[in-house]
Every structure is written in structure tokens, then in C-alpha cells.
């Protein structure tokens, strides 16, 4: 058992490093020659130091670390090719039920040595990624409107309605929940999309440079865009992704330093570009410069928004106390394909196996307000502050959309928030899914701060939609046939 007096240390050092702000809107950009803004800014994470030269460390060896918004042990784990154990022999003031690290702890973290480590240079921080407390104050359709650029004009019809330039950036980042800023930055860096009075000719199919003849146009190549750094960040920040291929068929190892923002960078440039290009890209004069060009300094601007010791707050399962639901699908992607496995299924059992019509209602996990409404989605607020980029959130899928309650309807933990359905994207059965955020961040449901609904404790399987929950000795395996062994009793 660690001294109380170490205790009071980690919590102490947890309290003075967690602070907050947000960035500020900026003006028109000229077409002529990008400039960085000069604001005067509170500094609240530290400016990138001149890039280190990483030597062959002797296996076990011990090197300084600080730890980085969002940062648990397993990951860090991974990253620095070393065990849990390890790092906590190294470090014992850490409690035993730490899980997420205060942004600035310092550490000791045995090394293992692997080859290929890519650059340490950090484009963005992980708080300018998300779409969290950052971008409260950040209109993109205002902003995109008051630019040169072709942007401004483009025009495509997503999510049953004609959206142009800023309101189609502004859905995606809602769906995937990436900074708005970032995919302005993106699209400005890789089509001039807001210097540029027209869209270059060798650009109008593939503008962000994904050639795939199922993402042509901007929108289609936004929705990759999205979808690739999601899968970059989140394999970063659980220790799943360490070693990626380039364009060129070289091969990048993350350095273990990184952050989870700047690995999903490299991680999406270097799926089309490589070479002298990939390495501008990633480094200062490269995305960094242009973001910096559009919004201001990035370092000065960023504060971690994932806290030490991130707790899930109380939930109940997403049906009546009661009833008898399957668990028909275990950790899978929030949203979109692949990473974050943030995403669990249930469905009525009666239902299971075909889109059928059911009278049983999905229910209000924690008591909150709904913040968002679209087809088959429900968003419910936990923090009552009305702002999905905020606080905790949880995000309900494949509801049948007429009987979802009005946004800013206040639900109380149990009350029903719709009826299980196939409404809202591809689904092969009636089902209600359910994924966690916290400040704009997927929180996976497998981790350090598993989903935890009435003591059933999430795991992942070896696939997505496989795994269990597990409450003691208890064990629910998921399963879309929705057999015995699948189901479970909420309120028990």
C-alpha cells in the first residue's frame, strides 16, 4: 500500500496542472503568402524544445518522461516497448487504480529499443484535436464564409440536406469529433481551400490525395480524412497502432515521445505522400505552419483537456430495470471503421437477427439532456451545460428517430430516449449503440476507464463486436443471435 503522503502528492501535483482556455476565432487569410499571427497568449502546455537525437538505449534503461494529456500506463506501455509492471516499479507513488496520468508528471520509464523511430517533432497538441472545450468558440461557417478560398462555395449533400463549405466541415467534425480547425488547416495546407479562388484541375477528384474511386469530391475525401487520423489517435492512445507503412512502402515507428494528435498526422500523410513531401508535412514548416497561419501559435493556445484520474460518473444499462436484454455487440468503432472501439450494442432478444419493429424503449444510461438529434442519433449531455464538447457525453445510435425526445428535453437516469431500431447507418438487426466521450474525446469501452453500466465491466474480444461483460464472477458474452449466454437483466 502506497504512504498517504505519496497519495497526497500525485493528487497535489494532479490539481496544480489541470487549468483551462480556449483559442480565439480568427480574421479573412489573404491569398498572398501565409503569415503566423502574433497574439499574446497564456503559455499552459509547454513549447516544443529543439528535436532530440534518440540513441540505442540499453534494454530496461531508464529515461525521463512527461506525461501527456490522456496518457495511461498500458499505452505508455506499448509505446516505450516495456510492461506496466516495470513502469510502476519505477515509478511507486503512482496508486494502483490510477487511470488516466496528470498532464505533467514526471516519470522514469524502462526503454526497450526499437528501430525506426519516426520524427519527435509535436505538430498539435491532443486538445486541439478532438472536438472539445477548444472549439466552443469557433463558427466554422462563419469562418469559411469570410474567406477567398473556393471553399466557401463548395456545395454537397450530406445528411439529408444541401450543406456548403464551413456547414459540411462542421458535420463531419460533429460525426467524428475532430476539430474543425484541424480540417481547415487540412484542407487549406492540401487544396488552398481558403486562399485559392478555384480549386486546382489535378485536385477536383481526390483534393485531399486519397485516390479511391469511392472518395471522390471534397466531402468523401473529408469522411476519410476523418476516419484515418481518428484511427491514427486512438491507435496511439491505447498502444494498439506503433509501426505504419508510407506511401513510398518505408515504414515509420512512432517515437515513443509522441503525442496522439501528431502520430495521427503522420499516420495520414503517410498514406499518400511520402519522401521530401511527407517530411515538410509533418514538421514545422509544414501542416504546423498553416495552422498557425489560419488561428494563431498552437502551443501557446493548447490546454490538456483530458485530466488525472478521469472517472466515469454513474450508469445503469440502457433499458428498463427489469428487463432482459442481449448484448449483441461488444467494443467496436464509436463511429465510422476501425479505432476508437468506444461502441457497445444491445438489443430486445425478441428482436434479434432482422430490422423488426419492437414497443421496448433504450433508456437514459446517467441523467443528462439531449444536445443533438439526427437521424437515428441521440446525444445526451451529462453535465447540463448543453455543449456536446464538453464534459461527458453519451452517444446513442440507431434509435428510431420520431421517437427520440426534442433536443434540450432534461432525462432523468432510466427515463426512455427511444426505441431501438435500424435507423442511422449500417446495421444488420434492430439494436440501440451507446459510446462514451469526455471534453470531445471517444473514451474506449475496454481500458483504464472501461464502460461500466451497473457494475458490468466491458471487454474487448479479439475482433470488433466480439468480447464480454464481466461483473465478478459473471460473464456476458456478446452476440447478435441473442442466445442465453448474450443476455442480462438491467436493474439486477
Not at 94 to 116: A, D, R, S
Not at 476 to 483: I, K, M, N, T
Amino acid at each position: 500500500m502506497f504512504k498517504k503522503t505519496c497519495l497526497l502528492c500525485f493528487v497535489t501535483l494532479f490539481m496544480v496542472l489541470v487549468l483551462g482556455c480556449a483559442p480565439q476565432t480568427s480574421p479573412v487569410v489573404e491569398s498572398s503568402e501565409l503569415q503566423p499571427r502574433s497574439d499574446s497568449v497564456v503559455v499552459s502546455e509547454p513549447v516544443p524544445t529543439p528535436l532530440p537525437t534518440r540513441p540505442v538505449y540499453s534494454p530496461g534503461e531508464l529515461v525521463d518522461y512527461i506525461a501527456q494529456t490522456g496518457d495511461t500506463l498500458p499505452a505508455l506501455a506499448a509505446h516505450f516497448n516495456t510492461t506496466e509492471r516495470e513502469i510502476r516499479a519505477s515509478n511507486p507513488i503512482i496508486p494502483q487504480g490510477v487511470t488516466t496520468l496528470p498532464p505533467g508528471f514526471p516519470m522514469k520509464i524502462p526503454i526497450y529499443y526499437q528501430p525506426l523511430w519516426g520524427s519527435p517533432y509535436q505538430i498539435i497538441p491532443d486538445s486541439l484535436f478532438v472536438n472539445g472545450p477548444a472549439q466552443r468558440d469557433f463558427d466554422p461557417e462563419a469562418f469559411v464564409a469570410a474567406q477567398p478560398g473556393w471553399l466557401k462555395d463548395y456545395e454537397f449533400y450530406a445528411g439529408s440536406k444541401n450543406r456548403r463549405g464551413g456547414e459540411l466541415v462542421q458535420y463531419v467534425a460533429e460525426y467524428y469529433s475532430i476539430s474543425p480547425r484541424l480540417l481547415l488547416a487540412l484542407i487549406e495546407y492540401q487544396a488552398g481551400g481558403l486562399s485559392q479562388p478555384d480549386l486546382a484541375e489535378e485536385l477536383q477528384q481526390y483534393p485531399l490525395g486519397f485516390r479511391d474511386r469511392a472518395h471522390e469530391g471534397l466531402y468523401r475525401q473529408l469522411l476519410w480524412a476523418a476516419n484515418t487520423l481518428n484511427n491514427g489517435y486512438y491507435g496511439w492512445r491505447t498502444g494498439h497502432l506503433s509501426l505504419f507503412e508510407l506511401a513510398d512502402g518505408s515504414l515509420e515507428r512512432a517515437d515513443p515521445w509522441q503525442n496522439a494528435a501528431s502520430v495521427a498526422l503522420h499516420y495520414y500523410f503517410g498514406k499518400i505522400i511520402s519522401g521530401d513531401d511527407y517530411q515538410q508535412a509533418i514538421h514545422a514548416n509544414g501542416l504546423a505552419k498553416t495552422y498557425e497561419s489560419l488561428f494563431g501559435l498552437i502551443w501557446e493556445k493548447s490546454e490538456p483537456h483530458i485530466p488525472g484520474s478521469l472517472q466515469q460518473p454513474p450508469m445503469q444499462l440502457p433499458f428498463s430495470a427489469g428487463s432482459m436484454w442481449a448484448y449483441t455487440g461488444g467494443p467496436h468503432t464509436g463511429w465510422g471503421d476501425g479505432e476508437p472501439w468506444a461502441a457497445i450494442d444491445f438489443a430486445p432478444p425478441a428482436v434479434a437477427g432482422g430490422c423488426k419493429y419492437t414497443e421496448q424503449l433504450a433508456t437514459a444510461v446517467a441523467e443528462g439532456i439531449i444536445v443533438r438529434k439526427d437521424t437515428g442519433v441521440a446525444v445526451l449531455d451529462l453535465d447540463g451545460d448543453g455543449d456536446e464538447r464538453t464534459g461527458w457525453t453519451v452517444f446513442y445510435l440507431h434509435l428510431e428517430t420520431a421517437s427520440i425526445p426534442p433536443v434540450g428535453v432534461h432525462l432523468k437516469a432510466g427515463e426512455p430516449i427511444g426505441r431501438p431500431s435500424c435507423e442511422g447507418g449500417r446495421t444488420t438487426g434492430t439494436h440501440v449503440h451507446i459510446a462514451r466521450k469526455y471534453n470531445g474525446e471517444w473514451i474506449p469501452a475496454d481500458g483504464a476507464l472501461a464502460f461500466n453500466l451497473e457494475g458490468w465491466i466491458a471487454k474487448n474480444g479479439k475482433l470488433p463486436y466480439e468480447g464480454s461483460l464481466v461483473r465478478f464472477s459473471q460473464i456476458v458474452r456478446a452476440c447478435d443471435c441473442a442466445d442465453n449466454a448474450s443476455q442480462l437483466q438491467a436493474g439486477k
